[in-house]
């Protein structure tokens, strides 16, 4: 365990869990953050089961007391911003308040733990920030605005960070997976059952469809879960990998397409 502690955030499923699990494998002191006590006890069920050990912290990221103090001592080599949720809305049916918990949960605490994270990787001259994104961080589409603002958003600051930090030894990486079976997509339906008496209630129905039916070709986490491993391995990590063959189509579409021609496709597509 003499390769460093790395705090993985939203680490009791999907993307999460299954780097929580990698990092353990790689040597690391393995320290994954849940919301709850049942959560915890499921996380530290899931790495008996794989063998390895990660140590469960209860953490609600967006509580930024409780960041403090869970991070007083942990003098990480690497910190892995994960931790997000779609909230599935058209703008005119999300509210100020629904904003502003998502731009917290996936952008300002990422950038709140990278701060509490950085004197102590600075003083040791190396460190590694992992920023989960999305391909949804360079693309948009109709009905999850917020949640692809605060990826795009994340990016940005990410961007900032690295060349910031650069010359002390810490390197900051996004990662940007398309579409994997997370629980990320039941939340979808949760958010959408929530407009059930929205003028978008027939394009709520058609992106849920849509989703249903990828899942099935949607790879497993763990495949990005290596790809954060290799970025905390690797000496020079690049500054974005892209994971996925949808990612990578995606990223593509973005940008040879013109934007008037992405616009009437997903219109018709999901019958705005």
Request: glycine share 10%.
């Amino acid at each position: 365990m003499g390769r460093g502690a790395v705090l993985t955030t939203g680490a009791n499923s999907g993307i999460g869990l299954a780097t929580a699990i990698d990092v353990a494998r790689r040597g690391y002191r393995s320290i994954g953050t849940v919301r709850s006590q049942a959560k915890a006890d499921a996380l530290a069920s899931a790495a008996e089961q794989a063998g390895v050990d990660v140590e469960p912290v209860i953490l609600d990221v967006t509580d930024a007391d409780r960041c403090e103090k869970v991070m007083v001592g942990l003098d990480l080599y690497g910190l892995v911003n994960n931790a997000g949720y779609t909230n599935t809305g058209a703008v005119e049916d999300v509210d100020d308040d629904d904003v502003r918990h998502q731009l917290e949960t996936m952008t300002v605490a990422p950038m709140r733990l990278a701060r509490l994270a950085l004197p102590a990787m600075r003083a040791a001259g190396r460190g590694r920030i992992v920023n989960v994104s999305s391909i949804f961080g360079r693309t948009t589409t109709p009905l999850t605005g917020w949640y692809q603002a605060a990826k795009h958003a994340l990016e940005a600051v990410s961007d900032a960070l690295r060349m910031e930090v650069a010359a002390t030894g810490v390197r900051v990486v996004l990662v940007e997976p398309g579409g994997f079976r997370t629980g990320i997509w039941e939340g979808n339906e949760t958010a959408i059952a929530r407009h059930d008496e929205s003028r978008y209630a027939t394009a709520y129905q058609r992106e849920l469809l849509l989703t249903r039916l990828a899942q099935p070709l949607m790879g497993n986490p763990g495949r990005v879960a290596k790809v954060i491993g290799r970025a905390l391995d690797a000496r020079l990590p690049r500054a974005r990998y892209l994971v996925g063959y949808d990612a990578q189509a995606l990223a593509i579409v973005e940008r040879v397409t013109p934007t008037s021609v992405k616009d009437l496709v997903t219109r018709i597509g999901l019958g705005l």
